[in-house]
């Protein structure tokens, strides 16, 4: 305990990184659940490493949420000069609210940077026959065609029943997760803390095995509350080249229980 309250910075990002075999670790100082400021300069961490992986032609699949928003936030034209860079919506729509949709992130980016965006609506929960036949739609039919040849998959990490009250998840299936001690939620999927996938909703979009064909794989979060969902979901991903978070989340997700 007192070991890691005297570590730095760099010294808790290097054993992130080596632990968890990342190739980068970023921390930002503070904890973003206290600042939204804190929120803000990871999103910005986040904008900066993908700026720095551009190449001419590049496809970036992003999910929603209120990191991801502040990150579309501090993207700027500059971001993408002289590139084509694309962004489409890791998933369908989630029934958050609307500005951290997906689908609004992606539009956000796209706007900040001059660059283009696909859109993709799907409801939540569909029936497998439903799914079959959206599937098929031209539109839908690229964008997913799109998300699974991304070159960069930029995700956030939540809680996962918070998240899954944001969704306004079903009595059931809360307890569900409840019962089944479900910690960290990503794109659709709960894990449990050894990083077990125990549910996934059935919506469109980014699945876990897309990860691994993605050339960079970027998950920001942070906050003191995120501490242990991040944990899980380290321990859960197939492929996560970096992470970007904050003081607070790294101190609790290092900090051996
Ligand atoms: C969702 C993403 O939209 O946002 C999830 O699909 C993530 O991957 C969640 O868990 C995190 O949201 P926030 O607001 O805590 O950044």
Do not use: W
Request: proline fraction near 3%; charged fraction near 25%; glycine fraction near 8%.
């Amino acid at each position: 305990e007192l070991m890691l309250e005297l570590k730095g910075i760099d010294s808790m990002a290097e054993e992130l990184k080596s632990r968890y075999h990342l190739s980068e670790a970023v921390i930002v100082p503070g904890n973003c659940d206290e600042s939204e400021f804190v929120k803000k300069s990871i999103g910005e961490a986040c904008v900066s490493r993908i700026k720095s992986r551009l190449s001419g032609k590049t496809i970036i699949a992003v999910t929603g949420g209120s990191t991801m928003a502040e990150a579309a936030r501090t993207m700027k034209p500059d971001f993408a000069e002289g590139k084509n860079v694309l962004f489409v919506p890791a998933r369908g729509g989630i029934g958050d609210d609307v500005r951290n949709e997906a689908n609004t992130v992606a539009a956000l980016m796209a706007q900040s940077t001059n660059g283009s965006h696909r859109v993709l609506y799907a409801p939540e929960r569909i029936s497998p026959d439903v799914r079959e036949s959206l599937l098929q739609e031209p539109a839908i039919k690229e964008a997913v065609s799109m998300i699974q040849s991304a070159d960069i998959v930029l995700h956030g990490i939540g809680n996962a029943i918070s998240m899954a009250k944001r969704r306004k998840s079903p009595e059931a299936e809360l307890s569900m997760l409840e019962s089944q001690e479900a910690v960290a939620e990503a794109f659709g999927y709960y894990f449990n803390k050894e990083g077990e996938v125990i549910q996934k909703l059935s919506t469109i979009g980014l699945k876990l095995e897309d990860l691994q064909h993605a050339k960079v794989v970027i998950a920001a979060a942070g906050g003191a509350s995120k501490g242990k969902a991040i944990r899980s979901y380290l321990n859960g991903s197939p492929k996560l080249d970096i992470l970007v978070t904050d003081e607070a989340a790294a101190r609790e997700l290092l900090d051996q229980e």
